[in-house]
């Protein structure tokens, strides 16, 4: 049973360009949210997508947007790249209502 | 502000001692609060979560407490092994009700456990 995956590993983008993480969720997930990690620090709630459609929202602006398909699994698109941006991106899959999160080993997106 | 606390950047112990760690927050009323593992590189990976109803909960050498209170949630690994080491993160979930997987994370604690 193949976990959350996450492509690409790492990246390295210029500051002003626009980035796009992919991530397949756990198999039979069908929820999947997106977190922000920069280093020594915790999580940070981006969005969480269900049934398509953006469901919940973190404090995140317009920049940074998503996309779920019929097979669940979801983007990341982050447009006007700044260096701040640098951080591990982090995918999780669940169950609606289910609290425990399946999360992905992350992208690490460097902007120089 | 709203605040979640883990009050150790780092904890060092010998093998075979009880960790504890601590998780604080201010002005939220979490319906959850979950805890995960994560080491160097790697996503999260969850290890227990308690409700706000439930006092106490154990697997296996894990212990976690939730105090809604005093807001305090304590983190138990008994017996602990070189194997323990990581960084332990705190999330409280549910706190606009119900379990909605938006989870908000404190910081972690990095927990090293010398042989």
């Known amino acids: 049973d193949a976990g959350v995956t996450q492509s690409p590993t790492h990246l390295i983008k210029t500051r002003g360009q626009q980035v796009t993480l992919r991530c397949s969720p756990k198999?039979?997930?069908?929820?999947v949210s997106w977190y922000q990690q920069a280093l020594g620090q915790g999580p940070q709630f981006i969005f969480q997508?269900?049934?398509?459609?953006?469901?919940q929202r973190g404090n995140f602006p317009d920049r940074f947007s998503g996309h779920q398909f019929p097979n669940y699994s979801s983007e990341l698109n982050v447009n006007a790249l700044l260096l701040g941006d640098s951080a591990l991106y982090l995918c999780?899959?669940?169950?609606?209502?289910?609290?425990?999160?399946?999360f992905g080993p992350g992208t690490r997106l460097t902007v120089t | 502000s709203q605040k979640i606390e883990q009050n150790s950047e780092a904890l060092n112990i010998q093998e075979g001692k009880t960790a504890t760690l601590t998780c604080n927050y201010t002005?939220?009323?979490?319906?959850?609060l979950q805890w995960y593992r994560q080491d160097p590189g790697r996503g999260p990976v969850f290890l227990l979560l308690?409700?706000?109803?439930?006092k106490e909960k154990r697997k296996e050498r894990l212990k976690v407490t939730f105090d809604t209170t005093l807001k305090q949630s304590l983190f138990h690994i008994t017996a602990s092994q070189p194997a323990d080491s990581a960084t332990y993160l705190c999330?409280?979930?549910?706190?606009?009700?119900?379990?909605?997987?938006?989870?908000?994370f404190g910081k972690g604690t990095k927990l090293s456990v010398k042989p």
């Open positions: 997508y269900y049934e398509e459609e953006e469901r």
């Open positions: 999780a899959s669940s169950l609606p209502g289910s609290g425990e999160q399946y």
């Open positions: 308690i409700r706000e109803n439930e």
């Open positions: 002005n939220y009323s979490p319906a959850y």
């Open positions: 198999s039979g997930h069908d929820t």
């Open positions: 999330a409280l979930d549910g706190i606009y009700g119900g379990s909605q997987g938006n989870l908000i």
